[in-house]
């Protein structure tokens, strides 16, 4: 069996957290595991509550934070044992993150297309100032944008829309195998949302690009994923195929998630009460 | 053109009048419209708690002589009745925030208003909110009129247990000595399933959900008439966000207020709120029972809004609506949605399209799709 693209094996971190006579260990994720194939690019949808772990493994897949047991290997290669600044670039190059906020992801006192242009040199290894433009250019044909419409423009200049989509044209300049999009889309407006959850999934069918796609949102899940892995208290409760999944969840959580999602459909029903708090 | 204008039974006849004209005369039919005498003189069916009257608010800035104007609120009309929940929908920054906001006054510079009104019916007692005295607002707000803000979890003073917050906001409109109004806010905290062991903790010992729901018994200790309620729910995470909603509605019921709630989440409106305001770029475009318009939007902008979104159980393909929000400092000319809109004519980019009732209580504001309805309003 040839060597999976991500293997996420029982892995778990611990902080230590309190003063010195308080002292406790948290367990922010525990005995995680999931697996992305080399060759059949998918999306893989994580879903749970806030607290629930899901940024911590994204941090961890991206090798910002070193899991405290299990490990993490990309193409067969331990990312904790990643040692040189070149072995660090060439993991880089091919796992590329999006973040949730893309107000937030840039700078605002720089102009945008300095993003993509330090990418282009620096993962792609663009040299010229022509090759650098063709292939941030590249890379914004692939999001629906233009080197053009983004040359010179600040953050503030731009939609959030516009924004998020330059955001995944900066992940895609170093032609990455895997892409980590943290709620990438749960800070985009309703109205360009779809726009954003319609390039994943041509980033998968058309580039070839795996994702991993963070999101509590049940509906964008259902609507792109392949797989989803639902999480809790971090711990994976319940995974599989994403519609038979969301379709007829089993655990008793997935069950809850899927009865607290508010569907625009429900309107002129009255609103059933939820057991919890 | 309802909202400002009397109830369904006198509005019927002129507006069925209007949609059977051509548009342009419907058009010229609106500015009478706005400017509704009759309101006072027709007692309403229902007793009506807020009438806004073609408020426009404008952020005006002017730095080194250039003058900028955006204008968020433009010409919004709305009532809302006792007992009953309004939503308000849009996406960002098309001047939700600054509806509400305009309307509670709590606006200061470069936010004015340009023009119209905001009356609220307090305890049979009309009162235009811009014409009280600092103290008479001050007497109102919190006792009649409260208002959750836009990311509430985080309002609460971080350095006052939750007990000293209740009581700054709240005792003095309660007119009871402490001990009794320490126990009656514990009983209202049950109502939101709280123990009354919060009341002695700092806001960062509880969860966001629990935060929330503090921020809710504050807004509603008092039992205001009205409630405005900006993004309740939007930083909690779904299974909370249902819980909070649940009890939002409940207590509403219980204490007969009316609210207005913002969010620009379709699922929530379809399942608490009782008629429906979709905004698009400091104008309301759309308006109805929840039910009408999300099962039957007229408005190009609405459907959109609607058919796009996903659905779990759903697998056909859905589309992002093509273009940017417009820019509110240079909006564009006629019908503001009209650079995005798949079914816009010649006259949609010369005069903006009033809002008219397409059937009683259903109003849209399309040159298109608005008057196609006549069939309808004849039954």
Same mark, same amino acid.
């Given at each position: 069996m040839s060597a999976a693209l991500l293997d996420v094996d029982h892995v778990g971190i611990t902080y230590t957290v309190g003063g010195l006579f308080s002292r406790r260990n948290l367990r922010a994720v525990d005995d995680v595991s999931l697996r992305l194939e080399a060759g059949s690019p998918e999306i893989l949808a994580i879903i749970g509550e806030s607290g629930s772990g899901k940024t911590t493994l994204a941090r961890m897949i991206l090798n910002l934070a070193a899991p405290t047991a299990g490990a993490i290997r990309f193409l067969g290669a331990d990312v904790t044992r990643i040692r040189s600044n070149r072995e660090r670039m060439a993991f880089m190059r091919q796992v590329q993150p999006i973040f949730q906020n893309p107000f937030e992801a840039f700078n605002p006192l720089k102009r945008i297309d300095r993003y993509l242009f330090v990418s282009a040199r620096r993962f792609a290894g663009a040299h010229g100032r022509a090759d650098i433009d063709a292939r941030a250019d590249k890379a914004l044909h692939q999001v629906g944008l233009s080197l053009a419409e983004v040359k010179g423009r600040f953050p503030h200049e731009l939609s959030g829309g516009q924004l998020q989509r330059i955001a995944i044209a900066r992940a895609l300049i170093s032609a990455p195998s895997l892409i980590i999009a943290d709620?990438? #889309?749960?800070? #985009?407006d309703a109205s360009l949302r779809m726009s954003i959850v319609n390039l994943f999934k041509a980033l998968r069918d058309e580039l070839k690009v795996s994702i991993v796609y963070i999101t509590h949102d049940l509906a964008t899940a259902y609507y792109i994923s392949d797989r989803v892995l639902i999480m809790q208290h971090g711990k994976a409760v319940e995974s599989g195929e994403a519609r038979a999944v969301l379709d007829h969840p089993q655990h008793p959580y997935s069950i809850l998630l899927k009865n607290a999602v508010l569907s625009p &459909? &429900?309107?002129?029903k009255p609103m059933s009460p939820v057991g919890v708090s | 053109m309802s909202a400002a204008g009397p109830p369904q039974g006198a509005n019927s006849s002129p507006s069925g009048g209007s949609e059977a004209a051509p548009a342009a005369s419907v058009g010229a039919h609106q500015p009478s419209a706005a400017v509704p005498s009759s309101a006072a003189d027709v007692k309403p069916a229902t007793e009506r708690v807020l009438t806004v009257r073609d408020l426009r608010a404008y952020y005006r800035t002017k730095y080194f002589g250039v003058s900028r104007e955006v204008r968020a609120v433009d010409g919004v009309s709305l009532h809302v009745d006792r007992n009953e929940i309004y939503g308000l929908a849009g996406e960002s920054s098309c001047g939700k925030t600054t509806l509400v906001k305009t309307i509670v006054r709590a606006i200061r510079p470069p936010l004015g208003v340009v023009d119209g009104s905001v009356t609220f019916n307090f305890a049979g007692r009309d009162r235009d909110i811009y014409a009280l005295t600092q103290n008479e607002l001050e007497s109102i707000r919190w006792r009649h009129l409260s208002y959750i803000l836009q990311g509430s979890m985080n309002v609460l003073n971080p350095v006052r247990r939750v007990r000293q917050s209740f009581v700054d906001f709240a005792y003095r409109h309660i007119q009871q000595p402490m001990p009794e109004f320490l126990a009656q806010i514990e009983s209202h905290l049950d109502r939101v399933r709280l123990a009354p062991t919060v009341l002695d903790a700092y806001p960062h010992e509880l969860s966001g959900g629990m935060r929330q729901r503090v921020t809710i018994a504050l807004a509603t200790v008092c039992r205001p008439d009205f409630i405005i309620a900006d993004?309740? *729910? *939007?930083?909690?995470?779904v299974v909370v966000q249902k819980d909070v909603l649940t009890m939002l509605r409940e207590i509403q019921r219980e204490i007969r207020s009316s609210m207005i709630l913002v969010t620009h989440d379709i699922g929530v409106h379809a399942n608490v709120t009782d008629r429906l305001g979709i905004m698009y770029a400091g104008r309301l475009v759309e308006e109805g029972r929840t039910v009408d318009v999300i099962r039957n939007p007229r408005h190009p902008y609405t459907s959109h809004l609607v058919t796009s979104l996903p659905r779990i159980g759903d697998v056909t393909q859905k589309r992002g609506l093509e273009g940017t929000p417009p820019n509110l400092a240079a909006p564009p000319t006629g019908c503001r949605f009209h650079p995005r809109c798949?079914? +816009?004519? +010649?006259?949609c980019c010369v005069e903006a399209p009033p809002l008219i009732d397409v059937v009683p209580g259903h109003r849209v504001a399309c040159w298109v799709t608005a008057p196609l309805k006549e069939p309808v309003i004849a039954q």
């Open positions: 709620e990438p #889309v749960s800070m #985009v &459909d &429900d309107a002129g | 993004e309740p *729910t *939007t930083a909690l995470d798949p079914l +816009a004519i +010649a006259a």
